[in-house]
């Protein structure tokens, strides 16, 4: 069975950050086979259907989809990184700004506007030259939330057991936790026990 992507952080790009999730104690990788990762695209809507089949087709069971997962963990972990950073208002490392910036640069980053059945979406036309041009859309993602959001608004979940992050957007700028019904409401359940106990 495929793993459950969790959609959490308000932004695509702290989504694929949660592709990254431990799981009793240990790390899981939800992005565990090329397939996973054309999925999780496909989810988080930035690819087309159309583009993922073809993707699927020509790079699936290949060396270049084995390649375009590997290119696809590093440029998780260069994002974590540079979020992290900018959490910190700290100068982010460079091989990590290099990692987003060589994808920025590709000719697929540059898609086009296009009306669709769900109304406007930036379209992809160019055929992928290799999974990398998969990718583009998380590092354009990444690229604008850290120049757009609110550096003190990108957290972590304040479960000490939790990874996830997310952008708050919240109008209080108060969220704590990465979902209610996950780590807000184990919280709740046990500040009430100890309180009720104490």
Not at 86 to 110: F, G
Not at 176 to 184: D, E, F, I, L, V
Request: hydrophobic share 45%; proline share 6%; charged share 30%.
């Amino acid at each position: 069975m495929s793993p459950a992507f969790l959609f959490v952080g308000n932004d695509p790009a702290l989504d694929f950050l949660n592709t990254e999730i431990p799981v009793d104690g240990a790390p899981a990788d939800r992005l565990g086979s090329f397939d996973d990762l054309v999925r999780w695209l496909l989810e988080a809507k930035l690819v087309s259907p159309a583009a993922a089949k073809r993707a699927r087709a020509e790079l699936g069971d290949s060396l270049k989809g084995a390649r375009a997962l590997g290119d696809a963990r590093a440029l998780r972990a260069a994002i974590r990184a540079l979020v992290e950073r900018a959490a910190q208002r700290k100068a982010p490392p460079a091989d990590a700004l290099e990692a987003v910036n060589a994808l920025l640069a590709r000719p697929s980053a540059h898609a086009p506007l296009a009306w669709t059945a769900e109304g406007f979406q930036r379209v992809a036309s160019r055929r992928p030259e290799d999974g990398r041009d998969l990718l583009a859309p998380i590092a354009i993602a990444a690229a604008r939330l850290l120049c757009e959001a609110d550096p003190r608004r990108l957290r972590k979940c304040a479960n000490d057991a939790c990874v996830l992050v997310f952008h708050d957007t919240s109008k209080s700028g108060r969220r704590r936790w990465c979902s209610m019904s996950a780590c807000g409401n184990r919280a709740k359940v046990a500040e009430h026990y100890r309180r009720s106990r104490g």
